[in-house]
């Protein structure tokens, strides 16, 4: 997989700046969702960290539902569980930035999407 910043790069005069905002939206802005190229990914980097938080869809639109607590079941709303703050420098991070799910890396999808969630991607 290519480097997530390159493929951010991929829009237009977008430029995130790591505010988390995306992150911080799951089941409010947008749903996000794996697909079997995730899942094989994370099995062969061995990371069972990530796996905890998929699980089988069953909707008919998409495989497995991410991130889903482990010790409830419930999908996640709110700030997503890799999502992590650093309040003495400001701004966030992402604990799986080396492996994102493809969702995450294709999100915003366009000047549309950043503005509809307050992204300043775009600024």
């Given at each position: 997989?290519?480097?997530?910043?390159?493929?951010?790069?991929?829009?237009?005069?977008?430029?995130?700046?790591?505010?988390?905002?995306?992150?911080?939206l799951l089941?409010?802005?947008?749903?996000?969702?794996?697909?079997e190229e995730?899942?094989?990914?994370?099995?062969?980097?061995?990371?069972?960290?990530?796996?905890?938080?998929?699980?089988?869809a069953v909707?008919?639109?998409?495989?497995?539902?991410?991130?889903?607590?482990?010790?409830?079941?419930?999908?996640?709303?709110?700030?997503?569980?890799?999502?992590?703050?650093?309040?003495?420098?400001?701004?966030?991070?992402?604990?799986?930035?080396?492996?994102?799910?493809?969702?995450?890396?294709?999100?915003?999808?366009?000047?549309?999407?950043?503005?509809?969630?307050?992204?300043?991607?775009?600024?």
């Open positions: 997989m290519q480097d997530m910043d390159q493929i951010i790069m991929r829009l237009d005069g977008f430029n995130c700046k790591r505010c988390g905002i995306c992150c911080s089941g409010i802005e947008h749903e996000l969702y794996v697909d995730d899942v094989r990914r994370w099995e062969r980097e061995g990371r069972d960290d990530i796996l905890a938080w998929v699980a089988r909707y008919h639109d998409r495989e497995y539902d991410f991130p889903v607590d482990p010790n409830t079941g419930d999908e996640v709303v709110g700030d997503c569980p890799f999502l992590e703050r650093d309040a003495e420098r400001g701004g966030t991070r992402c604990l799986i930035h080396d492996t994102p799910p493809r969702d995450c890396v294709a999100f915003p999808a366009s000047r549309e999407d950043a503005a509809r969630i307050g992204c300043p991607g775009y600024e």
